[in-house]
Nanobody, 124 residues
């Protein structure tokens, strides 16, 4: 499985961006996708995740109500819609994948496949 993230850029506070993650290779309804981010000098942190069929959706407290994970199965693509962006959302965003859901979904070490990262900068 290969993941290709895109859609990052510079946006003003309060603005929106949509990240995409194209998935190539074998997936199934039990395949899980997630988004993590890593700000300079900080550890990689969980943002959002769900199963390929849309179930078991989870998101971090820091983004709840602002970010939404979704997918287009026909395009084999997972999205992260980010609204009301804040300067503290500035980070490199990574998409991740794994077979099966883990109760430790919020730990980056439990994910197997990773995209290359896309930089999101929130600044005026």
């Amino acid at each position: 499985v290969q993941l290709q993230a895109s859609g990052g850029g510079l946006v003003q506070p309060g603005g929106s961006l949509r990240l995409s993650c194209a998935v190539s290779g074998r997936t199934s309804n039990n395949y899980a996708m997630g988004w993590f981010r890593q700000a300079p000098g900080k550890e990689r942190e969980f943002v959002a995740a769900n199963r390929w069929n849309g179930g078991s959706a989870r998101d971090a407290d820091s983004v709840r109500g602002r970010f939404t994970i979704s997918r287009d199965n026909a395009k084999n693509t997972v999205y992260l819609q980010m609204n009301r962006l804040k300067p503290e959302d500035t980070a490199v965003y990574y998409c991740a994948g794994r077979y099966g859901w883990s109760v430790s979904y919020y730990l980056s070490s439990t994910w197997v496949f990773w995209g290359q990262g896309t930089l999101v900068t929130v600044s005026s």
